[in-house]
């Protein structure tokens, strides 16, 4: 098989991947890191992904809390890097230094509950969020 058809039935799965487990951009969770905070910008059943201001190291595994500005606190979540994007690697956003893709792995009972109600309760004010933000 060829690169370039290989390529393409990667690209594929994860398209079809992402479909399956949806993300929702948001603007008003933080992840709380052993190397400090960043920004999420979406989040899904299954993983987030957030923004670093300065360059980090971390590793294929790690601990991490979401915070929500309604006060929601998902503590010690258990993440695995799937990806990662530093300055000048094409798709990094201009607001940061460095974006990371997480996915999470053997979430408790309690942290699966926690996350349901958190993206089952996200209309609630999702919105108003993101139009506070644009302005």
């Known amino acids: 098989m060829n690169q370039l058809i290989a390529q393409e ?3 594929t799965r994860n398209l079809l991947e992402r479909r399956k487990n949806e993300r929702y951009k948001i603007v ?3 992840a709380i890191t052993g190397r400090g905070t960043g920004q999420i910008i ?3 059943r299954e993983g987030l992904s957030f923004g ?3 360059p980090h190291t971390f590793p294929d595994t790690w601990s991490m809390d979401v ?4 006060g929601s606190h998902i503590k010690e979540l258990q993440v695995r ?3 990662e994007r530093k300055m000048g690697d094409q798709g990094l956003s201009a607001r940061y230094e460095l974006e990371i893709g997480v996915e999470f792995a053997d979430l408790t009972g309690e942290q699966a509950d926690e996350l349901d109600y958190l993206l089952d309760n996200l209309d609630l004010y999702t919105s108003s969020f993101l ?3 644009r302005n």
């Not at 915070?67 to 309604?70: H, Y």
Request: charged letters at 25%.
């Open 9 to 11: 039935i990667i690209e």
């Open 42 to 44: 979406d989040i899904g």
């Open 81 to 83: 890097k799937v990806w």
């Open 131 to 133: 139009e506070a933000y």
């Open 52 to 54: 670093c201001l300065y």
């Open 28 to 30: 008003h969770m933080l």
């Open 67 to 70: 915070l929500d500005a309604r």
